[in-house]
């Protein structure tokens, strides 16, 4: 049983084996924090306490078994939003302890990786990788607020290469979007609009650090923010949140359209370096961000080897990445976590 509270989806899911993915519930608060333009803390922590038992029920359903098939209890206990996680590792604890199974404390970032060695399933609407990864693996994985490549030559032996070192992908996608006036959240809102733009309309700047591997894209975002000043005919005084009612839809087109252009020009050039230097067997994208078709489309044109993605669901936060990995942990002798002292870790990093 995996269990998934680090943002704002409420997910609990049966995993089999580490591959064989049995259910997947998840319950997102998202549109509760579309008005706020971000996600509000205090709401998703709300949000996971009203529905977490119920989510774990229809897991336990859709899975067709109950506790007494359930060999163990995977949780993350970081990173994430300390409210949130507080709902589902005090929920893990409960459970292991009033059901006497094993606890493991999963890393979120990590289990992103895992949603790709999922490749079975009775459910009917997933598209499964047909193979899981191989060693030595390179994995890409970009989501609202991490940004990192890994580079894997086993389970739980890995080398971080390189990271963000400001905005992750996803929380430059959100600045830029409410630049824009456009829905949160800001990654799916761009994409859409995107097409309608010239990716070259606006040229923005690509961040050259000491490593090839880290990534900034607060570059980007604030040069988004004055080019969108001046095609208003203002100056950098003009205050943001008046650019919305100023910019014509043509503009905004342009504007997206080269901001994503960019962001995925410079995640690529990163991972097309590391491919060439470490030779991986497999190549995989993990993440939310790994859902954008825009990512998948210029990933097939620059990446002459194979990429492996996870179905578009398990791209985005859910348990069955934590039950996964959870499962992996276990064969792999990692330490059980103690469900009487088990605490969560908002910082938590690979």
Request: charge should be negative; include cysteine.
């Amino acid at each position: 049983m995996g269990i998934e509270t680090s943002c704002d989806e409420t997910s609990a899911a049966v995993v089999e084996d580490g591959v064989n993915l049995l259910s997947n519930e998840v319950s997102s608060s998202v549109d509760l924090h579309a008005a706020y333009g971000g996600v509000v803390p205090e709401i998703a922590a709300r949000s996971h306490l009203e529905v977490i038992t119920p989510v774990i029920e229809k897991a336990l359903k859709a899975a067709k078994t109950d506790w007494n098939d359930i060999d163990a209890i995977a949780v993350t206990q970081g990173p994430g939003l300390g409210g949130s996680l507080l709902i589902g590792v005090l929920t893990a604890r409960m459970l292991a302890i009033a059901k006497n199974k094993p606890l493991y404390a999963v890393n979120h970032v990590e289990a992103h990786v895992y949603a790709n060695f999922i490749t079975e399933s009775p459910l009917k609407n997933y598209k499964l990788p047909p193979a899981p990864p191989q060693f030595p693996l390179l994995a890409l994985i970009v989501s609202g607020g991490h940004s990192q490549i890994a580079y894997f030559t086993d389970h739980f032996n890995y080398k971080l290469l390189g990271q963000t070192t400001d905005d992750a992908v996803g929380e430059a996608y959100d600045k830029v979007a409410k630049i824009l006036g456009l829905p949160y959240p800001g990654g799916p809102s761009i994409e859409k609009l995107a097409p309608l733009g010239d990716p070259k309309a606006i040229k923005l700047p690509k961040a050259r650090l000491q490593s090839a591997y880290d990534f900034s894209f607060s570059g980007p975002k604030t040069a988004v923010l004055r080019a969108s000043q001046r095609l208003v005919g203002k100056d950098f005084t003009l205050p943001s949140t008046e650019l919305p009612g100023l910019l014509n839809e043509s503009q905004k087109a342009d504007i997206a359209a080269s901001f994503q252009f960019t962001t995925i020009d410079t995640l690529l050039d990163a991972l097309e370096h590391a491919v060439h230097e470490y030779q991986p067997k497999s190549v995989v994208i993990a993440g939310g961000v790994a859902a954008s078709s825009a990512l998948r489309d210029q990933i097939s044109k620059r990446i002459s080897s194979d990429v492996q993605y996870a179905d578009m669901k398990l791209c985005t936060d859910n348990g069955a990445m934590i039950a996964s990995l959870g499962y992996f942990m276990s064969k792999h002798n990692q330490h059980t976590a103690d469900p009487y002292s088990l605490d969560i870790a908002p910082n938590l990093s690979m």
